[in-house]
Nanobody, 122 residues
Framework: QVQLVESGGGLVQAGGSLRLSCAAS????????MGWFRQAPGKEREFVAVVTRSGVDSKYADSVKGRFAISRDNVKNTVYLQMDSLKPEDTAVYYC???????????????WGQGTQVTVSL
């Protein structure tokens, strides 16, 4: 089992940047595929990015491609989401998740953090 704790959210102006972190407990972090998802008010949770166990490969939602970057540090048991050129439509609660399969579907993930709020103002 793994516990996930996100941090780094906040309020930023459009065009700005934020870096989210997700710290995982346990010694099996490197055995999990790690993903980032987000949920805006009144909307379903949606896929943002996923990274493989080694960190070599990643996938992104079309809406964030070229602006966001996912990475991981298997020594620090942490996954990151660098978010640049932020837009108001990026406003949401951002969640990290751990799973066994390199999927973009939220239901495929086994463990979730509590989320961190990102608000992008005009």
């Amino acid at each position: 089992q793994v516990q996930l704790v996100e941090s780094g959210g906040g309020l930023v102006q459009a065009g700005g940047s934020l870096r989210l972190s997700c710290a995982a407990s346990g010694r099996t972090f490197s055995s999990y595929v790690m993903g980032w998802f987000r949920q805006a008010p009144g909307k379903e949770r949606e896929f943002v990015a996923v990274v493989t166990r080694s960190g070599v490969d990643s996938k992104y939602a079309d809406s964030v491609k070229g602006r966001f970057a996912i990475s991981r540090d298997n020594v620090k048991n942490t996954v990151y989401l660098q978010m640049d050129s932020l837009k108001p439509e990026d406003t949401a609660v951002y969640y990290c998740a751990a799973g066994q399969i390199y999927y973009t579907e939220a239901r495929r993930y086994d463990y979730w953090g509590q989320g961190t709020q990102v608000t992008v103002s005009l």
